[in-house]
């Protein structure tokens, strides 16, 4: 990688970005991360690499990156992201934290996009769009509306700048006193390695909302990123995982979180998302547009509700089970 060199920071808020990484295998994508950071028109102030307790990724990042004014660190956690988070958030010294995923290349104008926001007090934290880049083009049967299993935005999410209960976590920003008001990304939520857990930046934002009433959160399209999804994601196997695995990370964010209304957006997008779009790709077929496509993509449809939601109900049930342990080992 060149080096690269930063232009003038602008007025407004100062910023800090992090980038989270574990393995070598993503190396490739770990530098165009990065270059893709250094080479916004609103560069940031601070940029930090957290390696995830990998130690030859460390030393190829501190070598490669250093004329770049790159801070690449151990993460001081627990392996996972939501250590290599916090870890990354109490380095920073920006008044914004932005966060990028190690396999997402930001487009011209991200970061300003997501600075522009907190001029607005009200303003707590910031998602953009996540848009997939596959290295093999998106399966026949893959549905839109599960965007979410690669990692990336999905049919159903606003189309327009407007508030959300949270971001995606590919690609966030929050205040950082909002961060350390609310303690950080807990560890009990977050991908570790290639597991396909996640949903921690749901409950942070959750939680955020509940300490600061009368604050936002908001989606901004304008603030695009790519996001690599290899040709392992777009397989039927890594789908039913996913699904499997979100619906037990959603079980256990509304054990955390106990509130009545941590899973209305999921309801909502189950309720009116879902099916529009099963009556959609059925339409297509019935009318011969496309049919193999169509019915394999409203089987999936029916298939990833089916199996998020068994993932959900064993999820809880895990944790009724575990809480009576508690409760008769008391």
């Not at 980038?19 to 940029?47: F, G, K, M, N």
């Not at 991908?191 to 857990?197: E, F, M, N, Y």
């Not at 449809?301 to 080992?329: P, W």
Request: hydrophobic share 40%; proline share 5%; charged share 20%.
């Amino acid at each position: 990688m060149s080096p690269h060199t930063r232009p003038e920071v602008t007025a407004g808020p100062t910023v800090t970005v992090v980038i989270c990484a574990y393995t070598t295998e993503r190396w490739h994508q770990v530098r165009a991360a990065v270059a893709s950071v250094l080479e916004q028109d609103r560069p940031a102030e601070q940029v930090i690499l957290v390696i995830d307790h990998c130690e030859p990724l460390e030393l190829l990042s501190r070598e490669a990156f250093a004329p770049a004014d790159i801070e690449v660190v151990a993460n001081e956690g627990p392996i996972g992201l939501s250590g290599a988070r916090n870890t990354g958030t109490g380095l920073a010294t920006g008044d914004v934290v932005v966060f990028l995923d190690d396999d997402a290349v930001a487009q011209p104008g991200w970061l300003m996009h997501h600075v522009g926001q907190y001029s607005d007090p009200a303003v707590l934290g910031v998602g953009g769009l996540v848009i997939p880049h596959w290295v093999d083009r998106a399966p026949g049967w893959f549905p839109a509306e599960f965007g979410w299993v690669v990692g990336c935005s999905y049919t159903g999410q606003p189309t327009v700048a407007g508030p959300v209960r949270n971001p995606i976590g590919a690609n966030m920003s929050f205040r950082r006193e909002v961060l350390e008001a609310v303690g950080g990304f807990t560890k009990e939520l977050g991908r570790v390695g290639t597991a396909t857990q996640g949903c921690e930046e749901t409950e942070l934002s959750i939680r955020a909302a509940g300490l600061f009433p009368g604050g936002r959160i908001l989606h901004v399209p304008a603030a695009e990123v790519h996001h690599h999804v290899s040709a392992a994601r777009g397989t039927w196997s890594y789908f039913r995982r996913r699904c499997w695995a979100e619906g037990r990370s959603k079980a256990r964010m509304g054990r955390l979180v106990q509130s009545s209304h941590a899973l209305a957006s999921e309801r909502a997008y189950v309720r009116r998302v879902l099916p529009q779009s099963l009556g959609r790709n059925l339409t297509e077929a019935l009318h011969g547009r496309d049919t193999a496509s169509a019915l394999l993509k409203a089987a999936a449809i029916c298939a990833g509700v089916a199996i998020t939601s068994a993932g959900f109900a064993t999820g809880q049930l895990a944790a009724s089970r575990s809480a009576g342990g508690a409760t008769h080992g008391a």
